[in-house]
């Protein structure tokens, strides 16, 4: 009657009850003591302490905010960044370009150089032109910019609206690689827009409905047609506050306005080079080690901090400044360096051959061992009858044409009744061998016979490896097995697979990650603590912009670098690339330099359509660093502490990379370039740096296959997983298992061409297949050349 206004009672939780209310009741009442309410203000204190600490962090982070912008917008920051990018080629940016600064310097004045000062929006801004094709060159540009601002043509939406129209191949892969970096603050300015104010309005919402799905959700959309356009839009962009990628606030970093360089006749072959520009992000030491891009790490002699050449509090007439006058700035102070406290440029560790850490055989003692196993050839012994192992080990060389009166050898050299033809060799299990004929009886009993493993034995190679194919042809290829391997006829299995062994199960058999480490290990560095020192060096970087240290060049400071020690050659390659992309130095952090083994989170890019196979050299950009690097793949495996390699980067999902190369912290994005036709770079893949750690296991899977010859439910004669019988011996501890589900074992080796009897757990399928699955651990390669420039 009452439907849902029907009282319901909250059932007693009983359970959620304390210990000492569920022992109440058992406690006498003249021994029970009324427990007193606390008083109202007791909490007061602790109370009032707590919002005072929350109004503190709000004002410090208030303050920050305020200091945050204040140096961003203030006379002493360093000039913003414009990039003007073109969604297709047909767009004219120059013209585009000179009308900013003509709008920032003013109409009557020209403006001599990409960097000026406007008193009338009290800033300072520098516009570079994006070179439409140019991929190295845009990429470059989208790591220093301030404002990325895209430029559409408002004639391209006449064919229709669509994506494709709007931004051509080029321009999408462009913004796929800016997506990984990292999108700072966004504008579109749409050109060629009619003269009508509603034809206006229907167009910009066309271009915003056709473009805003390739762009950040804050990007806004402004005509730059006329000056007044241009004039509203940077007011908008002066009160604007900026938004950076999270990696480019971790550390200094200088874009460079002029580039140059100065013999140095101490040291043949080398020389210093000059880089003026402005300090960016974070005060740049003198003492720490800088990365110029694409040059490699280096030292810094000393730093001169010039006189602004940008100044906002000059005369408007005064913005006409050409290049001799930029070249003879004035010096304010030099910075020299510490010999204490200058971050030394280790790069690799020096092994100690004394120590015995590495146990993996060289080349050299892999081609020595094969010498001796082909000296110790394997020598056939006549042997009297009944004779036993031991009796056979003490028959010398001389004495084996000395054999009894009951053995009788027949014209065709053939071993007749009675006698015994062994093969001695060092190592070898012979009573397996003793015992394989008399096994065969009982097993061959169970098949059909041994006609066809007759006929099998008098195959030659070409015919096996004929029967071979012809079987896997008929078994099609199955992705679900994509390691198989061939066994080789001409080299025995356990000497081809020495380096591989066998596993119980890949997820929780143990694998020592110290074991049989290469000798490029004793040349890389570790973390004890991975996490403890990259906050130690952080909480560093913290102290150098807060305290007043010696030594270090202030945010928004015009500066000279004078890098020691760079090659002439890459100096000239720095000079050159200086007149069509930024040359970028960035301040590294402390152990930066140093070598060790990066993992990257990684995914193919969908415009290339080349395979990437492992251990093939590529470009890495990490960030404002350059390195070439040769990685090897692998599958990222979550339950488990091992991680199967994977031969080539597969399309369509993430995988790891792993390569040797200078330690940086993360978070950094990553852009893998290969050099695809000629010196043309294309854009391979796409991901970011994920951690440290040279332990990490990486595994090799290889299957060997076999083909069941007769089978007896549960047993089976497997073929052409071998080819002799001493390799059946070798890998008799390993497991077996079928492509159908069945696990098994090796029992016995069967003949001398490899056939073996397996036993397995359930009925064995005449089509079934069945595999070895072996392992190996694999490293990366060390790069031959460590920078794209050397």
């Known amino acids: ?160 609206c669509e994506p494709s129209v709007l931004i051509d191949s080029f321009g999408v892969q462009c913004l796929s690689v800016f997506r990984a970096i990292g999108f700072p603050s966004t504008a579109v300015l749409i050109r060629d827009l009619p003269a009508g104010i509603r034809e206006k309005q229907d167009v910009k919402k066309t271009a915003i409905s056709c473009v805003s799905s390739q762009l950040p959700e804050d990007c806004r959309f402004y005509p730059a047609d006329t000056t007044d356009d241009l004039h509203k839009f940077m007011w908008v962009f002066k009160e604007h506050h900026l938004s950076v990628p999270h990696w480019r606030s971790q550390r200094p970093y200088l874009m460079a306005h002029e580039v140059g360089l100065a013999a140095d006749h101490t040291m043949p072959g080398k020389c210093t080079l000059l880089l003026s520009g402005f300090v960016c992000s974070h005060n740049l030491s003198v003492n720490q080690l800088v990365h110029v891009s694409g040059g490699g790490d280096f030292q810094l002699d000393k730093i001169d901090v010039l006189k602004d050449p940008f100044p906002l509090n000059e005369r408007k007439d005064s913005y006409s400044m050409d290049l001799d006058h930029l070249n003879s700035i004035q010096v304010v102070c030099t910075l020299n360096p510490d010999a204490s406290k200058q971050e030394p440029q280790v790069v690799e560790n020096v092994p100690n051959p004394l120590a015995g850490e590495q146990t993996w055989p060289t080349e050299a003692d892999m081609a020595e061992a094969g010498a001796n196993n082909e000296r110790r050839k394997l020598k056939r012994r006549k042997l009297p009858p009944g004779t036993s192992d031991y009796q056979a080990a003490w028959i010398f060389e001389g004495t084996d044409d000395e054999v009894s009166d009951g053995s009788i050898e027949g014209s065709d050299g053939m071993v007749l009744d009675g006698q015994k033809d062994y093969i001695l060799q060092e190592g070898s299990d012979q009573s397996e061998d003793e015992n394989v004929h008399a096994n065969i009886g009982s097993f061959d009993e169970e098949t059909e016979g041994d006609t066809e493993m007759a006929d099998e034995e008098n195959f030659t190679r070409e015919q096996i490896e004929a029967e071979i194919k012809k079987i896997k042809e008929a078994s099609g290829v199955d992705e679900e097995f994509p390691d198989e391997v061939d066994t080789p006829l001409d080299v025995p299995a356990k000497r081809r697979f020495a380096r591989f062994r066998g596993l119980k199960s890949f997820r929780t058999s143990s694998w020592d990650p110290q074991e049989s480490l290469p000798a490029e290990y004793a040349r890389i560095f570790n973390f004890d603590n991975y996490a403890r020192t990259q906050n130690h060096v952080l909480a560093k970087l913290g102290e150098t912009d807060h305290d007043q240290v010696n030594g270090v060049a202030q945010v928004g400071s015009y500066v000279r670098l004078h890098i020691k020690d760079v090659p002439v050659d890459v100096a000239s390659k720095l000079c050159h690339l200086s007149q069509k992309l930024p040359v970028v130095a960035c301040g590294l952090l402390q152990h930066e330099s140093k070598m060790s083994v990066l993992h990257f989170s990684i995914r193919k890019h969908d415009s290339y359509d080349a395979p990437i196979k492992s251990k093939e050299n590529f ?134 061409h490899g056939s073996m009897k397996c036993v397995f757990s359930g009925v064995v399928q005449q089509h079934d297949t069945v595999c070895m699955s072996l392992y190996k651990r694999v490293y990366p390669k060390w790069p031959e050349q460590l920078f794209p420039l050397q």
């Not at 488990?640 to 390569?659: N, Q, W």
Request: contains cysteine.
């Open 1 to 160: 009657m009452g439907g849902s206004r029907v009282q319901v009672n909250k059932a007693h939780k009983s359970r959620f009850a304390s210990k000492s209310s569920r022992q109440a009741h058992r406690i006498p009442v003249n021994a029970k003591v009324k427990i007193s309410k606390p008083d109202k203000n007791a909490g007061k204190g602790s109370r009032a302490a707590r919002i005072q600490r929350c109004k503190m962090i709000r004002d410090q982070k208030r303050a920050a905010l305020l200091k945050e912008r204040r140096a961003a917008s203030g006379p002493s920051s360093s000039p913003r960044v414009i990039v003007l990018f073109g969604f297709t080629s047909n767009i004219n940016l120059d013209a585009l370009a000179n009308q900013l600064l003509m709008l920032l310097v003013g109409e009557k004045s020209g403006a001599s150089s990409t960097t000026v000062a406007s008193q009338t929006y009290r800033l300072r801004a520098t516009v570079l032109i994006a070179p439409h094709g140019d991929l190295l060159s845009c990429m470059e540009m989208a790591k220093v910019a301030d404002l990325l601002a895209f430029v559409v043509s408002a004639n391209s939406l006449d064919d229709g």
């Open 619 to 752: 470009t890495f950009h990490v960030g404002f660093r350059q390195f070439v690097a040769r990685p090897v793949f692998s599958s990222d495996n979550i339950n488990t502490d091992k991680h199967k390699m994977e031969r080539f980067l597969h399309p369509g999902r993430f995988s790891v990379a792993s390569i040797y190369a200078p330690i940086s912290f993360p978070t950094l994005p990553l852009i893998v370039l290969k050099n695809k036709q000629g010196d043309v770079p294309a854009v391979a893949a796409l991901g970011s740096l994920r951690s440290i750690d040279p332990y990490r296991i990486i595994l090799k899977k290889i299957i060997l296959t076999g083909y069941p010859l007769r089978v007896s439910k549960r047993k089976a004669t497997v073929r052409y997983m071998f080819h002799n019988p001493e390799d059946v011996r070798w890998f008799k501890p390993v497991e077996l298992y079928t492509k159908c589900g069945l696990r098994g074992r090796i029992k016995d080796s069967v003949g001398t």
